[in-house]
């Protein structure tokens, strides 16, 4: 190669050339288990939830800290909860074509919620790649990295102040 190089402008071809092979990204394989699954997980708050997804009939079950599997519509009862789990699929296009089965803890109902399809919407771009730009763009891949803000001493809580009395 240093044969090669005659010039400046031979060495700059050469430095241009390999970073455009560098940008072409070579495209993502599925990951799957040996059972066919995909797993991911997503996490919202302080709630993390541990996410596996299969082709099938569009079940969806929840482990609780009991640990025994429910039906995600007694899980989260509330419809607001519901419509949250079902977005990554309305979004990619495909409902009722994955079996949903998934673990969390910690937080309370809104965050896990949220952990769960964050974990859904990477489980369903580790499963089929093509996938990814749609969820992508909806926002489902990004971690919402919103916590509560620690409490501070000489405050009441994270930023309210005790009342002040003049007298």
């Known amino acids: 190669m240093a044969d090669e190089i005659k010039s400046l402008d031979d060495l700059k071809s050469i430095v241009a050339g390999s970073a455009a092979a560098v940008e072409v990204e070579a495209p993502r394989e599925p990951q799957r288990d040996k059972f066919g699954r995909s797993y991911a997980t997503g996490k ?18 929840i482990r609780n800290n009991k640990g025994e599997f429910i039906d995600y519509s007694k899980y989260f009862a509330r419809p607001v909860l519901q419509m949250i789990l079902r977005q990554p699929f309305q979004v990619a296009n495909v409902e009722g074509q994955f079996d949903v089965m998934a673990t969390v803890a910690g937080g309370g109902l809104s965050g896990q919620a949220g952990a769960v399809k964050h ?30 803000e620690r409490k501070k001493y000489g405050k009441a809580k994270a930023r309210r102040s005790f009342q002040f009395s003049k007298r």
């Not at 302080?46 to 969806?60: C, L, M, T, Y």
């Not at 489980?123 to 926002?139: C, D, F, I, N, V």
Request: aromatic share 8%; hydrophobic share 45%.
């Open 44 to 61: 919202r708050k302080d709630a993390v939830a541990r996410v596996w997804i299969k082709p099938g009939s569009g079940k969806f079950l």
């Open 119 to 148: 974990g859904i919407s990477r489980a369903l771009q580790l499963y089929e790649p093509s996938l990814r730009p749609a969820l992508k763009a909806a926002g489902f891949l990004t971690r919402d990295s919103r916590v509560v």
